[in-house]
């Protein structure tokens, strides 16, 4: 069975940073696509950082780039995203998800509909 599980969430200044952490069991998360996304308060889910499994290509969604970073540990099978210089259009739950996808080895999966485990989710809060 497969576990996707995300911690690091929490509230954080404008401007502060957070580390979250995608642990995963069931699945080698370095034979995969993995990807975290976000979703706020009436609004559509959306991709936010994602590395493939290939040749470790990443994809940010234009609003983070810069500001966030994507990386593994496969040591630990984990997934983080080092996210900096937090803004109040930051905050929102931010989920983990692993993707089946074995398409083109240049491309990275970065759409909802390209993932097919899904982590329970972290809040992230922005205020001061």
């Known amino acids: 069975q497969v576990q996707l599980v995300e911690s690091g969430g929490g509230l954080v200044q404008p401007g502060g940073s957070l580390r979250l952490s995608c642990a995963a069991s069931?699945?080698?998360?370095?034979?995969?696509?993995i990807g975290w996304f976000r979703q706020a308060p009436g609004k559509e889910r959306e991709g936010v950082s994602c590395?493939?499994?290939?040749?470790?290509?990443?994809y940010y969604a234009d609003s983070v780039k810069g500001r966030f970073t994507i990386s593994r540990d496969n040591a630990k099978n984990t997934v983080y995203l080092q996210m900096n210089s937090l803004k109040p259009d930051d905050p929102a739950v931010y989920y983990c998800?692993?993707?089946?996808?074995?398409?083109?080895?240049?491309?990275?999966?970065?759409?909802?509909?390209?993932?097919?485990?899904w982590g329970q989710g972290t809040q992230v809060t922005v205020s001061s």
């Open positions: 590395i493939n499994s290939s040749d470790g290509s990443t």
């Open positions: 998800a692993a993707s089946l996808y074995t398409g083109s080895y240049f491309y990275t999966p970065h759409l909802v509909a390209e993932y097919d485990y």
């Open positions: 069931g699945l080698i998360l370095d034979y995969h696509a």
